[in-house]
C-alpha cells in the first residue's frame, strides 16, 4: 500500500510545484487545471492498485 501512496504524493507534490511555478510566471489560467492532475493522480493511483490486486487474484 505505500507503493501507491508514495505514487499519490508525489503526483500531488509535482502538481503543487507546478501550481506555484505558474502563480510566479504570472499564468493564472494555466494554475486552475493543476487541481485536475490531483484529481487525476488519484484516479492514476486507484488504477495501478486495481491492477496489482487483479494480477494477485489470477
Given at each position: 500500500m505505500s507503493k501507491y501512496i508514495s505514487i499519490f504524493f508525489l503526483t500531488v507534490l509535482v502538481s503543487?510545484?507546478?501550481?506555484?511555478?505558474?502563480?510566479?510566471?504570472?499564468?493564472?489560467?494555466?494554475?486552475?487545471?493543476?487541481?485536475?492532475?490531483?484529481?487525476?493522480?488519484?484516479?492514476v493511483t486507484m488504477q495501478f492498485y486495481l491492477m496489482d490486486k487483479v494480477k494477485k487474484n489470477n
Amino acid at each position: 500500500m505505500s507503493k501507491y501512496i508514495s505514487i499519490f504524493f508525489l503526483t500531488v507534490l509535482v502538481s503543487v510545484i507546478l501550481f506555484i511555478c505558474f502563480l510566479m510566471m504570472g499564468l493564472e489560467e494555466l494554475a486552475v487545471p493543476v487541481y485536475i492532475i490531483v484529481m487525476f493522480a488519484f484516479i492514476v493511483t486507484m488504477q495501478f492498485y486495481l491492477m496489482d490486486k487483479v494480477k494477485k487474484n489470477n
